[in-house]
């Protein structure tokens, strides 16, 4: 059984750039073909793509956040990273750790919250 398990700070100041990691067990992120995306839900909208990262570590991400987002992987303890800069409150959200690429995730972390507040 996949479990992904999301970390990091829940409230970030505008500007500042937001990171979060995802801890994967039960299942290697170097596995043929397996993908492993982030997405988030901010208050009162749908579900949003931000950007996944590859089995082989090659990295895709949404056009409309691409310039701000960063993913990256530490192979060695089964972790792969969001980095979103330049946060304003609008980036305010639940945010997700998912194995998938997007369009068809078949494992989620329990979400955690991220408010972007001074």
């Known amino acids: 059984q996949v479990q992904l398990q999301e970390s990091g700070p829940g409230l970030v100041k505008p500007s500042q750039t937001l990171s979060l990691t995802c801890t994967v067990s039960?299942?290697?992120?170097?596995?043929?073909?397996?993908?492993w995306s982030w997405i988030r839900q901010s208050p009162g909208k749908g579900l949003e793509w931000m950007g996944v990262?590859?089995?082989?570590?090659?990295?895709y991400y949404s056009p409309s956040l691409k310039s701000r987002t960063s993913i990256s992987r530490d192979t060695s303890k089964n972790q792969f990273s969001l980095q979103l800069s330049s946060v304003t409150p609008e980036d305010t959200a639940v945010y997700y750790c998912?194995?998938?690429?997007?369009?068809?995730?078949?494992?989620w972390g329990q979400g955690t919250q991220v408010t972007v507040s001074s």
């Open positions: 998912a194995r998938g690429d997007g369009s068809n995730c078949d494992y």
């Open positions: 039960g299942g290697s992120i170097t596995t043929s073909y397996y993908a």
């Open positions: 990262i590859v089995y082989d570590g090659s990295t």
